[in-house]
């Protein structure tokens, strides 16, 4: 049984699939047992769920607006 | 200075894409912000996550632009656009950071240590999040705050990864590191954020019992 560090260290490229077969079936065996590490990887798919949402992170109002001037004006010249 | 730019190869683009790039091969310049607008907001998020100031990477979102206009004909893959754009914003936004800071020989890429391992401490389950409540500036603040906070080099690497979906080779590309680097990286910056920011999204027995109280 591989320990909480161990998986700990290896969530990220579990969730990204990039884990071999073999460590990825050892991961979950291990998060059936360990409520902790579970949670943990439930938090984390859902933080990448919230912020993989482009819209959450706002741009200054009339920002698109100002660049499209600013282009045009310099490409005038 | 030339503004004109030369022809990219348009090998695979869409015929949306073809038709801008002719229309700008035949000089109107203005079609170029049609090519770069769905790329628009991720120059001005990645330039912001290295500066942390709105006007400054405002400013350097707009020098991308006019920066890409120019070598247009360096694009050697209409396909790799987002990463190429991104790319450009970030060179720009750190060379501005050096000008804001007058330390020219400061590594940028080691301005923390990137060792350390980091351990979940905050274990309470979070509960399903509607979007109603991402609709919310209040939760909006905390996501954007959160961000901040991050060491900039993990700040970078996550807001392309995971905000900007860039592959890990583009994102290493783009930020001129490894592979590998961008891997670990990531993987802190998930971790650190998930524990920043657990207060917010765990799950509030609290106010469910106080709801419970109310009605009856």
Redesign the interface.
């Known amino acids: 049984m591989i320990s909480c560090?161990h998986v700990?260290?290896e969530?990220?490229?579990y969730?990204d699939g990039?884990s071999d077969p073999e460590l990825r079936q050892a991961i979950e065996r291990h998060l059936r047992g360990c409520r902790?590490c579970s949670?943990?990887l439930?938090?984390?798919r859902?933080?990448?769920?919230?912020?993989?949402?482009?819209d959450?992170?706002?741009?200054?109002a009339g920002?698109?607006e100002?660049?499209?001037t600013?282009?045009?004006a310099?490409?005038?010249? | 200075m030339t503004t004109d730019p030369q022809p990219v190869a348009a090998s695979g683009a869409s015929p949306e894409t073809e038709r801008l790039l002719a229309r700008i091969r035949a000089g109107e310049k203005g079609c170029f912000l049609e090519l770069i607008q769905p790329y628009a907001r991720s120059i001005y998020l990645v330039a912001n996550s290295i500066l942390k100031n709105r006007e400054d990477a405002e400013e350097v979102a707009q020098e991308t632009v006019f920066r890409a206009f120019q070598r247009l004909d360096q694009l050697r893959d209409i396909g790799s656009l987002k990463s190429w754009l991104l790319q450009i914003a970030v060179n720009e936004a750190r060379q501005r950071l050096r000008h804001r800071q007058r330390h020219p020989c400061v590594s940028l890429d080691e301005e923390f240590g990137d060792e350390a391992q980091v351990m979940p401490r905050q274990l309470a389950d979070w509960r399903e999040i509607p979007s109603v409540t991402l609709e919310r500036k209040e939760t909006r603040e905390h996501l954007r705050r959160a961000l901040e906070r991050l060491p900039p080099h993990y700040r970078q690497v996550f807001l392309l990864r995971d905000v900007q979906h860039l592959a890990e080779k583009e994102a290493a590309q783009v930020l001129g590191v490894s592979a590998s680097t961008v891997k670990m990286r990531l993987h802190r910056a998930r971790l650190q954020l998930r524990e920043d920011l657990a207060p917010v999204f765990r799950k509030r027995w609290k106010d469910r019992l106080s709801a419970l109280w109310s009605k009856s």
């Open positions: 560090e700990i260290h969530l990220s490229s969730i990039d902790r949670v943990v439930d938090s984390t859902k933080l990448l769920l919230i912020y993989g949402d482009e959450v992170l706002e741009v200054p920002y698109f100002r660049l499209r600013s282009f045009l310099r490409v005038s010249r």
